[in-house]
């Protein structure tokens, strides 16, 4: 196991629908973004599961911060 990961038990997997209410973005966005491989998510039967700290990562890393004048 890498440095900073947790064990697969503790690893929280959200819905595509619950990735999307997350980021405020439509499941299709979520849908491209996992296609994309921007967002890492593993598929379980038809469906997609997205690691939660991936989300949050995905979001700190896209994040644009208001320079002060």
């Given at each position: 196991m890498a440095a900073g990961e947790?064990?697969?038990?503790?690893?929280?997997?959200?819905?595509?629908?619950?990735?999307?209410?997350?980021m405020r973005v439509s499941k299709m966005t979520v849908y491209r973004l996992v296609h994309s491989g921007h967002l890492p998510a593993i598929r379980v039967g038809r469906s997609f599961r997205?690691?939660?700290k991936a989300v949050h990562d995905y979001l700190q890393e896209s994040y644009v911060g208001m320079e002060s004048a």
């Open positions: 947790s064990p697969l038990n503790e690893v929280v997997f959200l819905t595509v629908a619950e990735v999307a209410a997350v997205v690691p939660e």
